[in-house]
C-alpha cells in the first residue's frame, strides 16, 4: 500500500513538508544513496547523529495466521485428520518464495517500489519527487518503498497482538500516526532490515503480510478469497488486481459487488484503474510485453468470492464439540495469563489443532439423537439430548452430539428453534449449561461406598416404600432434619438384595444402603471419579443426593463411567491430541490426569453389579448384543422430566442425556417424558434407542475385553446366621440382631393369635445364612387372633353373657344377637338358648360369635332384654 499522510494544510505546512523531507533526503544521501556508505553507519554531520540515534532493531515476529481444528474421519481404511474449523484474527496463511507466481512479485514491484533491487531500504530520488510534490500540490506523499512499506505493516501487526486494548490501541497510534517522526523511525528500520534480509526474503515477507481488504491479509490467502487459486497459480489480471487492492484496501476491495463506485455493475472501475496502473507499469519496466500488457488490460476483472469459514459454526454436527475445544483454550492457563490472551494466541498463532474427535462415531451419534429427538418444541415441550464418549485409560472425548445446531452469534434464537449455543454435554465454563439432574446414574456412586465399607452385593435389606428421618443418616457436613418419603418407581415391596436392587434401580435398596453409610464417603466416591456440579457448586451430600439430585454434565459421567469399566482407572476428559506450531513444533496442551481413583476390586465388583443392569435390567433395551460385554446403569428424574443411560464396554464411556432445555410452553413445570410419545416411540425411552447404535458403532471400532469377575466375597461377602428373635419383644430382637452384625428395621404389627407385641416373622427367617450387615425386618404380633375358649352362656341372662365373654377376653362388639320362640316361656325370655362358637369351642378374641336368645315372639327381640 502505497503510505499517505497529511500534515497542517496550506503552504506552511507544504513548506514544512519540503524542509522536512529535505533533511531527510540531504541525510540519506549521505547515509543511504549508496549501500556502501549506509552500512559504514559514519555519521557527517549532526543530523547524521541524530538520524543514527534512531532505534535499529525490528523485532519481524511471526505474522497472525489462521488456526485450523482438525478431528479424525476414516477414509478409503486409513485414520485421517480433517479440517472441521478455523479461526482466525486475520485470514493469513503464509507461503515460501517458491508458492507465489512470479507475475505477482512483477506486479508488486513494479506499481509499489520499482527501484527496489537498487535502493538501500529507502528511496531518496522518491523522497525528493514526494517533497517537490507535497510542496506543489499540498498533499504529503509518504515515498514508502516496499521495506518501509513492510516495516509499517509489522509494526500494526505487533500492536494488533498485543494483550489489552488499550495497549493495542497506543501501539496501532505509533505505527500509523501521520507524523514526520514516525516517518523517519520507519525509514531507520528501513535501512537496518535491509541489512539482515535479502531483498527476496523482504519482498516474500511484504506478500506475506499485505492487507487485501476486509480481514485478508497476505497473498495467499487473497489468492484463495478472490479467485479461488493458490498464489502459484494466478495470473496476469489476478495479480494485478490483487496488487492494486494493496494500494487502498478499504475501498478497492472486490468482495462488495453492490458498492456504486467500485462493484460489479461498473466493473469494479476503481480497482480496475490502479490494475490498469499496475499492468502499464509492468509494461514500462519490461516485466511483460505488449500484447500481454493489451490483452490483461482488456480483460475483465471477475472475482469468484471463496469464503474461509471461521468459528465453529463451521464444523457442522461437530460443532459443539469445536466449541468446548475452543473453551479449553479460553480456560487452561497452559495457554496464557488471562482469558482474553489465550484466545488471542489461539486465532493469531496458526496452530494446527488436532483433536480426539471421531467423525465417523460422531455421525452415527448425531443421526441417533436426530431420529428420536428433535431440534425444535414437540408438542410444546424443549427437549435437550446429549451424547458424550470418553476413551477409557486416555480420557480422549470422541463423542460429543446434541439435538441442536450450533451457533454462537449471540443471537441463536433469532436464528431459529434449532440453533443453540449451549453445549449440554458439557459444564457451564466449557459451554454455558448448568447441567441436568443425574438421577439414578449417580447411584453408582453409592454401590462404591457400600462396597469400600466392606459390604457384598448379596446384602439384602426391605426396599418397601418408607418415610426416611434424614436426622437418621450420617452427613459429613451438616445435620438434615425432617421427613424424605421414598417411593420405588415400579411399587417394588419386600427384600432384595444389593445386586437386585442395583440391576432394577430400586429406591429403596439404595436408601437403605446410604442410611449405613457416611454421605461423605459416597460423594468422595462421586470425586474420585471426577464427578462435579456443572454450575461449580460443591456436590450435595443430602439424603436426596444418593437418588441423583446433584446436575452434572453427560460428559462427566460418560469419564466417571469409563473409570470403573477401566479397574477404577480414571482420567479426565481432554479434546485436544496435539497442537503444532507454524514451524512444526508443538505446543503445550493440557493432558488427561490419570489416577488409580477406584481400588481395583472395588471398581470390578461395581462393575459386575452394572452387568446386571444391562443384562436383563433396566438397561437392556440400551444392549446392543454384539459380542462385547458392557456396563451400564439407568436414570429417570423425579417427575420423569430427565432421562439417562450411561455405561460403557472395557475402552469407552458413554453418557445418554434426554432432558428438557426450558420449560414447556405456558407452563410452569417441566414435563413428564413417560406421557410424550414422540415419532420414534416414548420419549421416556429415547435413552435406549439412541445409546444402543452409538455404543454398536464404538465397539465395531475398537472392540472391546469381557470384565472379569470380582472376589466371591464382594458378591456374597462372609455368610452368617440370622439369629432367631421370634417370641421376643421388639427390644429385645433389636438388641440381638444388631448385637449380630446386622441392620434391624421394624416391620410392623400383623395380625396373630400370638401376645400383642411379640416378634412373630422375620425377612430374612431365622437360621438363614446372609451377609453380615444385611438388614433384617421384624415383624410383631398385633394380638388380634389370640385364642379363647367359648364358655358355657346357655341358661344365662343375656346381659350375664356378655359380662362372662368380656372376662373371658373377647371383644363384645364382634358379639350379635338372634332370637328363637321355640321353647320360648315368659320365664326364659332373653335367656341364652344356644351360643355359636359352642360352649368349649377354640375361638380368636376377635372372632364374632352369635348368642341366640328365647324369645316368646320369635325374631322380634322382646321388650326390655338387657344387653
Known amino acids: 500500500m502505497s503510505a499517505r499522510f497529511r500534515l497542517p494544510n496550506g503552504r506552511m505546512g507544504s513548506v514544512l513538508s519540503f524542509l522536512g523531507l529535505s533533511v531527510v533526503a540531504g541525510i540519506l544521501a549521505t547515509v543511504a544513496v549508496t549501500p556502501a556508505i549506509a552500512l559504514t553507519g559514519v555519521a557527517a554531520n549532526s543530523s547524521i547523529g541524530m538520524f543514527e540515534e534512531l532505534p535499529t532493531f525490528l523485532r519481524v515476529d511471526n505474522l497472525p495466521q489462521k488456526t485450523t481444528i482438525y478431528a479424525h474421519r476414516t477414509i478409503d481404511g486409513n485414520d485421517q485428520n480433517v479440517p472441521i474449523a478455523s479461526f482466525y484474527a486475520e485470514n493469513r496463511e503464509n507461503v515460501t518464495w517458491d508458492q507465489i507466481a512470479q507475475v505477482v512479485k512483477d506486479a508488486a514491484v513494479a506499481a509499489e517500489d520499482p527501484r527496489y533491487y537498487e535502493h538501500g531500504g529507502v528511496d531518496p530520488l522518491g523522497v525528493v519527487r514526494a517533497a517537490i510534490s507535497n510542496v506543489m500540490g499540498g498533499d504529503v506523499q509518504g515515498a514508502s518503498t516496499i521495506t518501509q512499506q513492510y516495516v509499517k505493516n509489522v509494526l500494526v501487526a505487533q500492536a494488533t497482538g498485543l494483550a489489552t486494548e488499550e495497549e493495542r490501541d497506543a501501539a496501532y497510534e505509533e505505527a500509523t500516526s501521520v507524523s514526520f517522526d514516525r516517518k523517519l523511525k520507519e525509514m531507520r528500520y528501513a535501512i537496518a532490515l535491509e541489512k539482515q534480509f535479502s531483498k527476496d526474503d523482504i519482498l516474500l515477507g511484504y506478500l506475506n503480510i499485505a492487507l487485501f481488504g476486509g480481514r485478508v491479509y497476505g497473498i495467499q490467502a487473497a489468492a484463495q478469497y478472490y479467485y479461488g487459486v493458490n498464489a502459484s497459480d494466478l495470473?496476469?489480471?489476478?495479480?494485478?488486481?490483487?496488487?492494486?487492492?494493496?494500494?487502498?484496501?478499504?475501498?478497492?476491495?472486490?468482495?462488495?459487488?453492490?458498492?456504486?463506485?467500485?462493484?460489479?455493475?461498473?466493473?469494479?472501475?476503481?480497482?480496475?484503474?490502479?490494475?490498469?496502473?499496475?499492468?502499464?507499469?509492468?509494461?514500462?519496466?519490461?516485466?511483460?510485453?505488449?500484447?500481454?500488457?493489451?490483452?490483461?488490460?482488456?480483460?475483465?476483472?471477475?472475482?469468484?468470492?471463496?469464503?474461509?469459514?471461521?468459528?465453529?459454526?463451521?464444523?457442522?454436527?461437530?460443532?459443539?464439540?469445536?466449541d468446548y475445544v475452543v473453551n479449553t483454550i479460553r480456560n487452561d492457563p497452559v495457554f496464557g495469563e488471562t482469558a482474553e490472551e489465550r484466545y488471542s494466541n489461539f486465532i493469531r498463532g496458526g496452530f494446527d489443532v488436532y483433536t480426539s474427535l471421531d467423525l465417523d462415531m460422531q455421525d452415527v451419534a448425531q443421526q441417533a439423537i436426530d431420529e428420536n429427538i428433535p431440534k425444535t418444541r414437540f408438542d410444546g415441550v424443549d427437549l435437550a439430548s446429549a451424547a458424550s464418549a470418553v476413551e477409557a485409560g486416555t480420557g480422549r472425548i470422541k463423542v460429543m452430539a446434541q439435538n441442536k445446531d450450533f451457533n454462537d452469534s449471540g443471537d441463536a434464537a433469532a436464528a431459529g428453534e434449532n440453533f443453540s449455543a449451549v453445549n449440554y454435554n458439557a459444564d457451564s465454563d466449557y459451554g454455558s449449561s448448568s447441567g441436568f439432574q443425574a438421577a439414578s446414574t449417580y447411584k453408582v456412586f453409592t454401590l462404591i461406598a457400600w462396597l469400600r465399607a466392606g459390604h457384598t452385593l448379596g446384602e439384602s435389606f426391605n426396599i418397601s416404600p418408607k418415610t426416611y428421618n434424614q436426622a437418621d443418616f450420617k452427613a459429613c457436613d451438616a445435620t438434615y432434619t425432617g421427613e424424605y418419603q421414598v417411593a420405588n418407581d415400579a411399587n417394588e415391596r419386600g427384600t432384595r438384595t444389593v445386586m437386585q436392587s442395583t440391576a432394577t434401580s430400586i429406591n429403596g435398596g439404595f436408601m437403605q444402603m446410604g442410611q449405613q453409610l457416611d454421605q461423605c464417603d459416597i460423594r468422595k466416591a462421586a470425586t474420585d471419579l471426577g464427578v462435579h456440579r456443572a454450575d461449580g457448586a460443591p456436590l450435595e451430600d443430602k439424603p436426596s443426593a444418593i437418588l441423583g439430585t446433584n446436575e452434572v454434565a453427560p460428559l462427566t459421567m460418560a469419564a466417571a463411567y469409563a473409570g470403573i469399566a477401566n479397574h477404577g482407572l480414571f482420567c479426565t476428559p481432554v479434546a485436544i491430541d496435539r497442537m503444532v506450531k507454524p514451524d512444526g513444533t508443538d505446543a503445550a496442551i493440557p493432558a488427561s490426569l490419570c489416577s488409580q481413583a477406584i481400588e481395583a476390586p472395588i471398581a470390578d465388583a461395581a462393575a459386575y453389579a452394572l452387568r446386571g443392569v444391562i443384562e436383563g435390567g433396566s438397561a437392556t433395551a440400551s444392549n446392543p448384543y454384539d459380542g462385547v460385554e458392557h456396563i451400564a446403569k439407568t436414570g429417570t428424574s423425579d417427575g420423569n422430566t430427565t432421562t439417562w443411560t450411561t455405561g460403557a464396554s472395557s475402552k469407552v464411556g458413554l453418557s445418554v442425556l434426554v432432558g428438557q432445555a426450558s420449560l414447556p410452553a405456558g407452563l410452569d413445570e417441566y414435563a413428564n417424558l413417560r406421557a410424550l410419545d414422540l415419532d420414534s416411540g416414548s420419549a421416556a425411552t429415547a435413552r435406549h434407542r439412541i445409546w444402543l447404535p452409538i455404543m454398536e458403532a464404538i465397539d465395531a471400532r475398537l472392540g472391546g475385553d469381557d470384565f472379569v469377575t470380582p472376589d466371591s466375597k464382594y458378591i456374597r461377602g462372609v455368610q452368617v446366621a440370622v439369629?432367631?428373635?421370634?417370641?421376643?419383644?421388639?427390644?429385645?430382637?433389636?438388641?440381638?440382631?444388631?448385637?449380630?452384625?446386622?441392620?434391624?428395621?421394624?416391620?410392623?404389627?400383623?395380625?396373630?393369635?400370638?401376645?400383642?407385641?411379640?416378634?412373630?416373622?422375620?425377612?430374612?427367617?431365622?437360621?438363614?445364612?446372609?451377609?453380615?450387615?444385611?438388614?433384617?425386618?421384624?415383624?410383631?404380633?398385633?394380638?388380634?387372633?389370640?385364642?379363647?375358649?367359648?364358655?358355657?352362656?346357655?341358661?344365662?341372662?343375656?346381659?350375664?353373657?356378655?359380662?362372662?365373654?368380656?372376662?373371658?377376653?373377647?371383644?363384645?362388639?364382634?358379639?350379635?344377637?338372634?332370637?328363637?320362640?321355640?321353647?320360648?316361656?315368659?320365664?326364659?325370655?332373653?335367656?341364652?338358648?344356644?351360643?355359636?362358637?359352642?360352649?368349649?369351642?377354640?375361638?380368636?378374641?376377635?372372632?364374632?360369635?352369635?348368642?341366640?336368645?328365647?324369645?316368646?315372639?320369635?325374631a322380634v327381640p322382646p321388650t326390655g332384654c338387657p344387653q
Open 235 to 322: 495470473n496476469i489480471n489476478q495479480a494485478a488486481s490483487l496488487i492494486a487492492i494493496v494500494n487502498n484496501p478499504a475501498n478497492l476491495r472486490l468482495d462488495m459487488p453492490d458498492d456504486p463506485d467500485n462493484g460489479a455493475a461498473n466493473g469494479y472501475a476503481l480497482t480496475k484503474a490502479r490494475r490498469d496502473y499496475v499492468i502499464d507499469s509492468m509494461l514500462t519496466h519490461k516485466l511483460i510485453d505488449q500484447q500481454t500488457h493489451d490483452d490483461a488490460i482488456a480483460a475483465p476483472i471477475e472475482p469468484s468470492i471463496h469464503d474461509a469459514p471461521v468459528g465453529c459454526t463451521a464444523a457442522g454436527n461437530a460443532g459443539f464439540f469445536c
Open 723 to 858: 439369629p432367631d428373635v421370634t417370641g421376643q419383644t421388639l427390644e429385645q430382637a433389636k438388641a440381638v440382631i444388631e448385637g449380630a452384625g446386622f441392620t434391624f428395621q421394624d416391620g410392623g404389627t400383623r395380625a396373630s393369635d400370638a401376645t400383642a407385641g411379640l416378634v412373630i416373622a422375620m425377612d430374612p427367617a431365622g437360621g438363614t445364612q446372609t451377609g453380615k450387615g444385611a438388614t433384617i425386618t421384624v415383624y410383631t404380633s398385633d394380638g388380634s387372633q389370640a385364642g379363647a375358649t367359648m364358655p358355657n352362656l346357655t341358661g344365662q341372662r343375656s346381659d350375664v353373657a356378655l359380662q362372662a365373654l368380656a372376662a373371658a377376653g373377647v371383644d363384645t362388639s364382634k358379639v350379635t344377637v338372634a332370637y328363637t320362640a321355640t321353647g320360648a316361656t315368659v320365664a326364659n325370655t332373653c335367656v341364652v338358648a344356644a351360643t355359636d362358637p359352642a360352649p368349649g369351642a377354640k375361638a380368636t378374641i376377635s372372632s364374632p360369635i352369635t348368642l341366640t336368645l328365647y324369645s316368646p315372639t320369635g
